[in-house]
């Protein structure tokens, strides 16, 4: 189970994502990175089915940066949200829909900080905070815990690698 | 891009089984050929799961599930340990199975699942890595070769392939090593271990593995880790197959059947009591 959060304040977004790659019960990576820089100020935390949340991610991730080379300016955090949504709708009624859960987080200089979510069935939503998973994960005493997060943090200035997050031993 | 329009060919190649494959003629009826879709030359991907269907010549097709492949990064390189027996249900087929795949003289591939499946889609992995470099004059890193292979499983996830792989090599970038399977999942670590016996091989080797080993002392972790798999796995057995990639390409390191090490190390440790 993956777990995804998200959080926007006054003038920034903080975003967090568990770091397990897990194939069944084994876990093959603790230090997975699930977010995917799609451009100076916009990421996108993917979680889901093995296999597609690369696949879906990587392909938004390259055609959001497309349309700078094409354009020469890049896309704002909500046209690359809706964008995404846009694709997960196509395919969800195709014989290949994407298992993803998704949040974009984003600084716009006009518009300010901007967090999205959305969900597999293709479900878009501009909120103040939001999360994937079973947050219940964060605490010690859950039987499966996840040992540590990736913390990156969104302002004006661009995207910070916060400290990786360890939980807190006893 | 290049690597786009590899792919692009891959998935036309076994999609479109075209009367006119063959490569001359216009059209399907000018050709005079005649092949149709039940050709031998179909490449329809067929079921694993349906030996009960009415197609009566089904076969159940033999996964190598039951097996223990480890493969881990040191200084030196990427040790890579295999065992080599196939099971059909509780019946041992084979005690003699070559479980790594030689894709080319620097990359390795390991094989666990389908045994066709890896060896097929890692013959093609090696294709595709030999035209990478005609094109590119250069050899292909070991990033580029997983997500090759990665993308050409990805297009028929679902459909019943069944391969756990490791695909193990030695670039610019030093030891390289990614898990690859026929889920979609590419990841890149220092220490896999895939297969029915992983979890005894993990317990092995997360208690000894170190970066700064000495060659002999990774081959004698990776062999022991195989044995002690072997030792309490059932579907695990026969020799442990040891592989080095170093920065000249591969070497095969050993083989050794897991009877005579068992002899080997119980032996020495009760000269050491």
């Known amino acids: 189970m993956e777990y995804l959060i998200g959080i926007q304040g ?3 977004v903080l975003v967090a994502a568990d770091n397990v790659a897990a194939s069944s019960i084994i876990q093959m990576k603790h230090d997975y990175d699930k977010m995917f820089k799609l451009s100076e100020k916009i990421l996108l935390l993917c979680v889901g089915e093995a296999g597609d949340t690369v696949q879906f991610a990587e392909y938004i991730q390259k055609n959001v940066q497309l349309y700078k080379m094409r354009n020469g300016y890049e896309l704002s955090p909500a046209a ?3 964008f995404t949504r846009k694709n997960l709708a196509d395919y969800l009624r195709s014989r290949t829909p994407y298992h993803v859960n998704l949040l974009l987080a984003g600084y716009d200089e006009a518009d300010g900080p901007g967090l999205y979510y959305m969900d597999y069935l293709s479900a878009l939503a501009k909120a103040p905070f939001a999360a994937h998973g ?3 994960f964060l605490t010690l005493r859950f039987i499966l815990n996840l040992p540590s997060f990736t913390v990156r943090l969104i302002d004006k200035d661009g995207i910070h690698d916060m400290e990786r997050l360890p939980l807190a031993s006893k | 891009m290049a690597l786009s329009s590899v792919l692009r060919g891959e998935s036309a190649e076994f999609y479109n089984n075209q009367p006119f494959a063959f490569g001359c003629g216009s059209g399907p009826s000018s050709v005079g050929y005649g092949s149709t879709a039940g050709d031998s030359l179909s490449f329809q991907v067929k079921s694993a799961f349906g030996p009960e269907e009415d ?8 996964f190598l599930h039951g097996t223990t492949t480890l493969a881990f990064k040191f200084q030196h390189g990427v040790i890579v340990a295999v065992d080599s027996r196939a099971t059909a249900g509780s019946y041992i087929a084979s005690q003699t199975v070559k479980k790594v795949i030689e894709i080319n003289p620097y990359l390795l591939g390991t094989m666990a699942g389908g045994a066709a499946d890896c060896s097929f889609w ?22 580029a070769a997983s997500k090759l292979l990665a993308n050409m499983v990805y297009q028929y996830k679902g459909m019943g392939l069944s391969m756990g792989t490791m695909v193990c090599g030695w670039d ?30 993990y317990g092995v080797m997360d208690s000894g593995l170190r970066h700064d080993l000495t060659v002999e002392e990774a081959c004698d ?36 059947n897991v009877l005579l090490l068992h002899e080997r190390l119980s032996d020495s440790e009760r000269a050491a009591e």
Not at chain 2, 172 to 201: I, Q, T
Not at chain 2, 225 to 254: C, F, K, M, P
């Open chain 2, 122 to 143: 890692e013959r093609l992995l090696a294709r595709q890595c030999r035209i990478y470099e005609l094109r590119n004059k250069e050899r292909i890193s070991v990033a």
């Open chain 2, 55 to 62: 197609d009566g010549s089904e076969k159940k097709i033999e």
């Open chain 2, 172 to 201: 610019k970038r030093g030891p390289g090593l990614y898990y690859v399977d026929s889920e979609g999942n590419r990841v890149c670590g220092d220490l896999f271990a895939v297969g029915s016996g992983s979890m005894y091989a």
């Open chain 1, 134 to 136: 079973y947050g219940a």
């Open chain 2, 221 to 256: 972790l990776g062999r022991r880790a195989i044995y002690h798999a072997t030792y309490r796995d059932a579907y695990s057995g026969g020799q442990v197959n040891l592989y080095r990639v170093h920065s000249e390409g591969w070497e095969r390191v050993s083989e050794d």
């Open chain 1, 80 to 82: 690359a949200a809706n």
């Open chain 1, 10 to 12: 006054p003038d920034f």
